[in-house]
């Protein structure tokens, strides 16, 4: 099985490079939100995007500690689709690496995915808060 080993190993680094080249935000997303929300609707969702990925960081980072696969591959997606539907692309493929390492059980890589997750979320986050504030005002 050396062989397979070798081979996903190659196939992750490559999904990887995948996710690093994607753009923190996905202006098309962006755009059609501003289409159809106002500045405070829209500050009021990206806020609600916020509290729900500083959360799930919080129960991943947990979850990563005890090699809960299960809640890893839960709160992974739930970021996943978070990330994807408030137009973070880089955000929501290293969720999804994360959640596929959860799903193959490579509590291993687990570290590593969060870390990269910990960094994109910030990226993501100081976007999302810009939104929150500008709809306060």
């Excluded at 996905?26 to 009021?44: K, Y």
Aim: proline content about 2%; some cysteine.
């Amino acid at each position: 099985g050396c062989c397979c080993d070798w081979l996903r190993g190659e196939m992750d680094v490559l999904e990887e490079q995948c996710v690093s080249e994607k753009p923190v935000i996905d202006e098309e997303i962006h755009s059609s939100l501003r289409d159809v929300f106002d500045t405070e609707a829209l500050g009021d969702l990206f806020q609600l995007y916020i509290e729900a990925v500083v959360s799930g960081q919080e129960l991943l980072s947990e979850a990563v500690k005890t090699g809960d696969c299960a809640l890893v591959e839960k709160e992974a997606h739930k970021i996943v689709s978070a990330s994807a539907q408030y137009g973070f692309p880089r955000a929501a493929g290293v969720a999804r690496a994360l959640e596929n390492a959860a799903i193959k059980e490579r509590t291993a890589d687990f570290p590593r995915h969060l870390d990269q997750l910990t960094v994109v979320i910030a990226d993501s986050q100081k976007i999302a808060e810009k939104i929150a504030i500008a709809g306060r005002h």
